[in-house]
């Protein structure tokens, strides 16, 4: 939040488009890697230590929408088509699968949680550590 009160946008998924456009313009394969909880939408059976990577490359997903809000495709998993839907909240980094360049970010889903599994009484449930990322060539 600005000094005066007023929220100011987040850059991050300005920097998610430019990131894609940068892998996409240089022969790169864009990939993201996503903290998973229950406002993912992704295949759970891919999913380690709360994370997972996904393609985002013109050849692995269709009808790509890297939205302000939202990071949403089509792609298949195992052969079997799967809608994914990813609040920007949760990704945290896009990179180049070739050579490891783009960039991470801190997961900021917190600020956002969904209201459906809040509950009240939050006291009691123990913290998860913040997950770790890596980047595997």
Avoid at 120 to 136: C, F, G, M, N, Q
């Amino acid at each position: 939040m600005a000094a005066d009160g007023i929220s100011i946008p987040s850059t991050k998924p300005y920097l998610i488009r430019a990131l894609h456009e940068w892998c996409s313009d240089n022969g790169f394969t864009p990939f993201i890697a996503v903290f998973v909880d229950g406002r993912v939408e992704v295949p759970m059976e891919f999913v380690k230590n709360d994370e997972i990577v996904l393609n985002l490359s013109s050849e692995a997903c269709h009808q790509l929408d890297l939205g302000n809000e939202w990071v949403s495709f089509q792609a298949r998993f195992g052969g079997v088509p799967k809608r994914v839907m990813v609040p920007v909240t949760h990704v945290l980094a896009i990179y180049a699968r070739e050579n490891g360049q783009g960039m991470s970010f801190p997961f900021d889903g917190a600020k956002n949680p969904d209201p459906s599994t809040t509950s009240e009484d939050t006291s009691d449930t123990p913290k998860k550590p913040r997950p770790a990322l890596t980047i595997v060539k």
